[in-house]
């Protein structure tokens, strides 16, 4: 036969009787003492208050004045004309009456002799080379326009393709003046003539 425990009877009543003598304390407490209420105070803060200021617009005002009128000087022989003459107040129906300035020079004035022969060098034209020209290393063919009288000697001589500021083209006229021509010939008669003489420089 089992023996029984008297606590195992007892146990749900007690469980009860302990949970609420925990309520009935747990009011008394609450009853008892005070409670304690946490108070916070703030302390006043100066507000800063921020004024707006409306900047008016700079407004540039521009004092130069304008510049004057530029002044034409007007050529005249009358030494009273008046200083503040402009052009509006002249007559230039008057400037017809002028002298037109002579024309520009339009190049050198070669005239044309027809030849039945050209010239022919009686030897050949060795021109030399400048010094300046070589240690640059510049090359260039030189056209020389020379006149051969009746005798063929070259009275002028003009440049019409040349290679300036080397010396090439000094060069060039001057052995072209030093050589002796074979003169043209027009129906078997010798006649002075203009040609155009090639000269090359070119380095060995």
């Known amino acids: 036969m089992e023996k ?3 606590l195992q009877n007892t146990y749900p009543v007690n469980v ?15 009853v008892t003492f ?9 302390e006043d803060v100066d507000q800063i208050i921020i004024e ?18 530029p002044s034409i000087p007007v050529p005249s022989d009358d030494e009273d004309i008046a200083d503040d003459l402009t052009l509006d107040e002249l007559d230039f129906d008057d400037f017809s009456n002028l002298d037109a300035p002579p ?3 339009s190049g050198p004035k070669v005239i044309f002799i027809p030849y039945d022969d050209p010239p022919q060098a009686l030897s050949p034209i060795r021109p030399s080379y400048p010094e300046i020209a070589q240690e640059a290393g510049i090359e260039g063919v030189v056209v020389v326009q020379a006149f051969i009288d009746k005798k063929g000697r070259v009275k002028e001589t003009l440049i019409l393709k040349g290679v300036p500021n080397t010396g090439l083209d000094e060069a060039a006229m001057e052995a072209i003046r030093k050589t002796r021509f074979r003169p043209a010939k027009q129906r078997e008669r010798a006649v002075g003539v203009w040609i155009s003489i090639p000269v090359n420089f070119k380095l060995k």
């Open 103 to 105: 024309p520009p020079p």
């Open 34 to 42: 005070p409670r304690f209420l946490a108070s916070v105070e703030f």
């Open 4 to 6: 029984i425990n008297p």
């Open 16 to 30: 009860r009787l302990g949970g609420l003598l925990g309520i009935i304390l747990v009011i008394v407490m609450f």
């Open 52 to 69: 707006n200021i409306d900047i008016p617009q700079t407004q540039q005002i521009d004092n130069t004045p304008p510049p004057a009128r």
